[in-house]
């Protein structure tokens, strides 16, 4: 008898053929099942590792800003960290005011804009708005001042943008008093 017509013997409860010399061989067809079943539910995990499981913020919702330093009236997005170390702050009985250094990836037009709207919502009025290679924009309250410098560092859009605060609070005239202490008429 040739080899390829061996008679198999098919054994319904096991997955196995008996062939007729009495060897155990595992079928074909439920391993290309199994081997269906495995690639199908390693593809779903991997779908389902793609899908974002945290709750989506709506588009009109910006994330959150910081206020800088002491002075709630002036915010940043939260994208922008502060560099202590290229910051100086000043409080005396009259004055209080400092220079304060923000860098992050934040694209430069949009980060204008966020300043400018900011500013103005906190009731900063623009006095005056200047650009080039560096933007510069300048703001005022009655007894506050505050100009920004924004430029891009080494990179260009690929690098950060930086934010300099440069800010100065009278606090003296807030109180209806000059510099000296003594009061305005």
Known sequence: ?????????????????????????????????????????????????????????????????????SHDDIVLPADLEWDSSKSIAIKTESFSGGIYHYSGRVELNSLKEFIKTSMTNNKWKLVGEAAYETTMLAFIKPNKTCMVTLSE?????????????????????AKGLNPFGEPVN
């Not at 080494?154 to 003296?172: E, F, H, Q």
């Open 1 to 69: 008898m040739d080899q390829r017509s061996t008679p198999t013997i098919f054994i319904s409860d096991t997955n196995r053929h008996k062939d007729f010399y009495g060897g155990f061989q595992m079928s074909r067809r439920p391993q290309g099942k199994y081997f269906f079943m495995v690639v199908l539910g390693m593809a779903m995990m991997l779908l389902n590792g793609c899908a974002s499981t945290s709750p989506q913020q709506p588009m009109d919702v910006p994330p959150m800003a910081n206020s800088i330093a």
């Open 153 to 173: 560092s080494i990179g260009g859009v690929l690098g950060k943008s930086n934010v300099k605060l440069y800010v100065t609070v009278d606090l003296a005239a």
